[in-house]
């Protein structure tokens, strides 16, 4: 596999979430309706590459639409035309790296809170290399970069006054009621304010899972059935002890044989 755009790819914890809450001055219950939401929920692929969305027209934008007629599938002035998900999308973005690498990279959306590389700067990095060496860390980098994109935008008073219309509005553009996100924001926020919150261990073994090629289902941090499966199978292969419940201990085997990986 490509070893570009693949670093430690670590899983969201609590250090994190503390960080983003206390930076938007949010609830918890407020950043994981966006997290429910606005985000693919996980963001990194099974093969430790951050998760990514290439946008043509953005790319042809970028480059003064100098590639539309011979690159017409990675730069074009209409929008759209994305293929195939997943790690395809990064077939599409070393086409578009050959040609004008940063104009690639800033046409990308980038981690769990898909942040766009020409978003960069407002999100306080320095540049657009900057932004994405951070998404291939972590995802606690990849949210406080979309805190910092939140934040520059005002839009972190939207989400404290819960006005989902005007956070929508400003997150998704103004046909957003087209997808209910500020119905759907709303009913999350009350769901994460009356239920339980995810589990983060729970969460970063289903991510570890995934990276170490078992199917536990999805990363929501609830410990399902596929979850469980997943990790047993995992237990047992390592000639562990399986039990009921999923906690720290566990994790820190997943991690370390994730770790080896990278050996």
Known sequence: MPEQFRDKALPLNQEGVAEVVDRMQVTVAELWAVLNVET???GFLADRRP???FERHIFSRETDHQFDISYPDISNRKSGGYGAGGGAQYERLYRALALDRKAALRSTS???GQ???FNAEISGYAGVEEMVTAMTISENHQLLGMAGEITSNRLDR???AHDWAAFARGYNGPEYA???YDTRLAAAYQKYTLGPLPDLVVRAVQIYLM???YHPGSVDGVSGR???SALNEFLEQQGLPVTAEINEDQLAILQQEVEKLSD
């Open 40 to 42: 693919r929920g996980c």
């Open 226 to 228: 596929f979850t469980r």
């Open 110 to 112: 980038w981690g769990i």
């Open 211 to 213: 990276y170490l090629g």
């Open 51 to 53: 998760m990514i969305l």
């Open 158 to 160: 939207a989400l404290r």
């Open 178 to 180: 087209k997808n209910s």
């Open 115 to 117: 942040l766009m590389g």
